[in-house]
């Protein structure tokens, strides 16, 4: 067993001594991803499929060449759209150039690898900024380096270690996070050492070394086959660059050297679905974004990648399949032309060599572990008219968190009844001096009407917040093949003694109920955001929302309040969006029952009708 000394200028990592396996990579160019022969495999690939995504590459690259070079301009406090552009170029550019051998494509690619490299810096104060600009540099490098001079390959190498593994690591504390920084970080430090690793063993194995040891710190907030920061951007973000991380360790060393053991990583194929409703749409807690009311979920690299290095083929056939598809459909063209992906052509190397089947049998609900746990239910698979349920546990303590221990989303009838609105812009609210960063009770951040406790679907007391110190628990055990859950809220509260919540999908009806024990006179709200044209009788929430309807019947009376309109200007709008709540007083007992449930509404016509006849319905 090798010892390595990662001698870096780190303040929290200097002189750490990691142990590692004997790292063995592979001479020559190109090594990341895949070897000469595997490029020749891709080329000739006549499969349906991997024809669209090299026709989607070559019109990615051919619109490419006319665009400027990247330059170094900050948005804010970030680099990083500059350094994802530069990924998605450099990744098109050098693919159409390994397919077709057209200069053209190489010339531009240069023009491009040379405007990076030329930067003062990659702004390594956001060193997430650095790590992609890293990758990019390095895949770039790694697959044109035949047709470089000796003087540029020379400059390319030397930039990848003063502006990239040797940068400024003022901000190292990312170094053993358990978030997606760890892993995107890492994956550009594997990318830079793995392709000077040749002309500098010495440097490049210790950052290699020091990823094989910190890694799993991240890779352990898969636990229970889930991810804590949501399923929409973050997951994909962390999961393709940890899918890139897999791919070239495999590819230069081979062997990822057993980090795809990690208890919760091997059940990553699977995530996704769970968290993906009949509509095709993610329940999108924490700082999941939302990019419309009936936008489906995007393909993701990773889920391919996934598929096919844990022989999980199975797992892309209910969305991913066609979202892929229909991606490859889609025409766009011109300067604002729609993103496939700034690592789309590695779908190349991990497509599925036949078209992919569902599996035989598939369980209707799901519980998925870790700190901020998740739970679904669905009436059925493949049915867009299908009733689903997902809520969470957790709460604001965790990365990317908001105020939403106890939050769900509800679809039936291909609607999204009950929802969750999503994340927001962090630069528009950094150059609004918002704390953003802070989730201590009473900061900045828990006064966004998105992030905020009153606008998610859960349990609000005296007006407080929910503390980061708490987390809510699933009920064990959670049973098998189970159609209700029960949750344990209450150490996300300081003013209750007890706050149990039992969510159960009965068919395609559901039924919410909440216990709360506190102290008597406390003020309780039961919030629920929704969308449309939502109206109030009494105890009854009518919902109505493109075409279809739904009431819901409360324990008290609803109230309604339009939040289309957020309270600050650096905030974003929500148009179409309510907060419903049923407010009650905590008895004398110190006990305080909410129950809300679905009931199917009359239609939009039939209301009309029975307003002019009252009682024919």
């Known amino acids: 067993m090798k010892k390595s000394l990662l001698l870096l200028t780190l303040s929290v990592f200097a002189f750490q001594t990691f142990a590692a396996p004997e790292i063995k990579v592979k001479a020559g160019h190109p090594k990341l991803f895949a070897d000469a022969e595997e490029f020749a495999r891709i080329r000739s690939d006549k499969s349906e499929l991997a024809a669209s995504v090299r026709a989607k590459v070559f019109a990615e690259a051919e619109a490419v060449l006319s665009e400027a070079p990247v330059e170094r301009v900050l948005e804010g406090r970030r680099l990083l759209s500059v350094s994802r552009l530069a990924v998605s170029r450099l990744t098109h550019l050098s693919m159409a150039y390994r397919l077709s051998g057209d200069k053209r494509y190489l010339d531009r690619a240069k023009r491009e690898l040379f405007a990076l490299c030329s930067f003062s810096d990659w702004n390594p104060s956001h060193f997430l900024d650095t790590a992609e600009a890293m990758f990019a540099v390095a895949l770039a ?14 400059l390319v190498r030397k930039t990848l270690i003063e502006k990239g593994l040797k940068a400024d690591h003022e901000n190292s504390r990312w170094m053993d996070w358990n978030n997606n920084w760890n892993l995107v970080c890492h994956t550009g430090y594997l990318a830079a050492a793995l392709v000077i690793y040749d002309e500098h ?37 962390a999961t393709e660059y940890l899918s890139c991380a897999f791919g070239m360790l495999e590819s230069a060393c081979g062997t990822v050297f057993g980090l795809d053991r990690i208890p919760g990583v091997p059940e990553q194929p699977d995530y996704l679905d769970t968290q993906t409703g009949p509509l095709g749409t993610y329940f999108n807690y924490s ?23 844990f022989n999980r083929p199975d797992s892309l056939a209910t969305y991913e399949m066609s979202a892929l598809r229909r991606a490859m459909a889609e025409k766009s063209e011109g300067p604002d032309r729609k993103s496939y992906g700034r690592q789309m052509p590695l779908l190349l190397f991990w497509l599925p060599a036949k078209e992919p089947q569902p599996p035989a049998k598939r369980e209707l609900a799901t519980y998925l572990g870790g700190g901020n746990p998740v739970a679904s239910i669905r009436s059925a698979w493949n049915d867009p008219n299908a009733a689903y349920l997902a809520i969470k546990g957790g709460g604001p303590g965790h990365s990317h968190s908001h105020q939403d221990g106890g ?41 966004i009407q998105r992030y905020c406790l009153a606008i998610h679907n859960t349990v609000m007391i005296d007006g407080g917040e929910q503390i980061g110190r708490g987390n809510g628990v699933f009920v064990d055990p959670v049973p098998h093949g ?35 024990e506190a102290k008597p006179g406390s003020v309780v709200e ?8 939502p109206s109030v009788s009494g105890k009854v929430l009518h919902l109505a929302d493109f075409g279809q309807t739904l009431d819901v019947i409360g324990s008290c009376d609803w109230q309604l309040k339009d939040i289309s309109k957020p309270p600050h200007d650096y905030e974003s709008p929500n148009p179409g969006f309510f907060r419903a709540w049923m407010s009650s007083v905590v008895p004398a007992s110190g006990v305080l029952e909410f129950t809300a449930c679905t009931e199917k509404a009359l239609t939009l016509a039939e209301r009309e009708l029975n307003a002019k006849l009252p009682g024919l319905f």
Do not use: C
Not at 484 to 504: G, Q, S
């Open 482 to 516: 189970f159609d209700k859950v029960t949750l344990d809220l209450t150490t996300l509260y300081t003013n209750a003694t007890k706050v149990i919540r039992t969510a159960e999908l009965k068919g395609r009806k559901l039924v919410i109920k909440d216990r709360i």
């Open 141 to 154: 490098y790694d697959w044109i380096y035949d047709d470089l001079t000796p003087a540029e390959r020379e």
């Open 526 to 533: 039961w919030s629920a955001v929704v969308h449309g044209a």
């Open 201 to 237: 063993p010495e440097v490049a194995h210790d950052y290699i070394a020091a990823a094989i040891e910190l890694m799993p710190n991240a890779l352990r907030s898969y636990e229970g086959g889930n991810f804590p920061e949501g399923p929409a951007g973050y997951w994909h973000y």
């Open 287 to 309: 700082d999941a974004g939302i990019e419309g009311l009936f936008t489906p979920r995007t393909f993701s690299v990773a889920s391919f990648y996934l598929a096919k290095h």
């Open 407 to 447: 939050n769900f989303v509800f679809d039936r009838d291909g609607v999204r009844w009950f929802w969750d609105i999503g994340s927001e812009d962090y630069n528009k609210l950094e150059q609004a001096k918002v704390d953003l960063w802070n989730g201590l009770p009473g900061a900045d951040r828990w006064k």
